[in-house]
């Protein structure tokens, strides 16, 4: 598919304008892409969360992605925009255009987290102007 290609693409040439991908902090194997990833949020524990890749499955928490508000030690507002996106199947709109700006904020440092503990230099979250929303380019759910 043409849009795959340059989405491969786009990823080659941000990766080597920004240098080499952090470790993972999360055991991905090479070469998966956010398609290939499914996130599940754990309703009764909010602060868990499951990853699946390839058929392997490992628990996260808002720690292992660096999502912790240094002064309280709880989730920060990029666990909370995560837990968000889940609500709504991973695509997220808005009405109020003032909380916009917020959100955007959030949504790239959620992006930078997610791209850091993956290890997959392409976005993982994608505006769709059409839609006027964020979707994710991985599944997420919340169950």
């Known amino acids: ?12 040439m941000a990766e080597s304008l920004i240098g080499k991908m952090p470790t993972p ?7 998966t892409r956010w398609g290939e990833v499914t996130i599940t949020l754990n309703s009764f524990d909010s602060h868990v969360a499951t990853v699946l890749v390839r058929g392997v499955r490992q628990r996260i928490t808002a720690h292992d992605l660096d999502l ?3 002064r309280s030690k709880s989730p920060d507002q990029q666990w909370v925009f995560l837990k968000a996106l889940a609500d ?3 695509h997220f709109g808005w009405i109020d255009g003032e909380k916009h700006t917020a959100n955007k ?3 790239l440092r959620l992006s930078q987290a997610l ?3 993956f290890g997959i230099a392409s976005e993982p979250i ?3 102007k059409d839609d006027k929303a964020w979707v994710t ?6 169950k």
């Not at 598919?1 to 080659?12: N, Q």
């Not at 380019?137 to 919340?142: A, D, H, N, Q, Y």
Request: hydrophobic share 40%.
């Open 1 to 12: 598919m043409a849009t795959e290609g340059a989405a491969e693409a786009i990823a080659e």
């Open 25 to 31: 902090s999360l055991a991905i194997p090479k070469g």
């Open 126 to 128: 994608a505006w769709r």
């Open 137 to 142: 380019e991985f599944s997420i759910s919340l």
């Open 105 to 107: 904020k959030s949504k």
């Open 115 to 117: 791209r850091r503990a």
């Open 68 to 70: 912790i508000d240094g």
């Open 88 to 90: 709504c199947g991973g």
